[in-house]
């Protein structure tokens, strides 16, 4: 017996109307995401619109009161690993078995979608964390760069990071260390280049010391 989600039948109404109110309030953060992976305004855009019209495509599959954005963000880590795959002369193939359990595409029509890239905001997360971050968080692999988007700035738990990336929680939870360790490292650097630090840390040291005596 499979454990793929069942078919819905929806009309076009319905299913726009539902489209509309479930996914696309997803698309902010969605986008975030896209650029924290591509690094580029115009790939995060196709990025995104890749991901929505394959999310309109397969919405039937989509289960009512499930986590939508973590739906998306899987869709759009599946799409970013497969573009991945051809931008490196890799055997180019969509491999929608990443995604089981969200949706079957064998059963499915194609159909438009009524996303547009000029319903795309060009906006980075920059302007969430601040220049040296984003850079510092830019500069990190991209294993490592997700997990800490997933979990630091998106909210998601471990279970859902865990599904979104198809990996298991415990291979999560050590990326997750590692990656924070990494980031930490580096804006350490960035600090002490900055002259924050060190000798800084050493002076508050003696004044404190000085007050107690």
Not at 114 to 141: H, K, W
Request: proline share 4%.
């Amino acid at each position: 017996m499979s454990d793929s989600p069942e078919r819905v039948k929806l009309s076009k109404e319905e299913k726009d109307r539902r489209f509309q109110a479930e996914l696309m309030p997803v698309l902010d953060p969605l986008y975030n995401f896209a650029y924290r992976l591509t690094l580029d305004e115009d790939d995060a855009n196709d990025l995104v619109q890749e991901t929505y019209l394959k999310a309109y495509r397969f919405f039937e599959y989509f289960e009512p009161g499930t986590n939508a954005k973590a739906w998306l963000f899987r869709i759009l880590k599946n799409s970013f690993i497969n573009d991945f795959r051809k931008k490196s002369k890799q055997p180019a193939k969509v491999d929608y078995s990443e995604i089981e359990g969200y949706y079957n595409p064998d059963e499915v029509e194609g159909e438009d979608t009524g996303a547009s890239s000029s319903d795309m905001r060009q906006q980075s997360t920059r302007d969430l964390i601040g220049d040296e971050v984003a850079s510092a968080l830019n500069s990190l692999p991209v294993d490592f760069r997700t997990v800490i988007i997933l979990c630091d700035l998106e909210g998601f738990t471990y279970e859902e990071m865990a599904k979104v990336l198809d990996i298991p929680i415990g291979t999560v939870r050590s990326r997750l260390h590692r990656a924070r360790n990494f980031l930490k490292d580096k804006l350490d650097k960035y600090a002490r280049s900055m002259g924050y630090g060190g000798e800084e840390n050493d002076d508050d040291a003696e004044l404190t010391d000085d007050e107690n005596n």
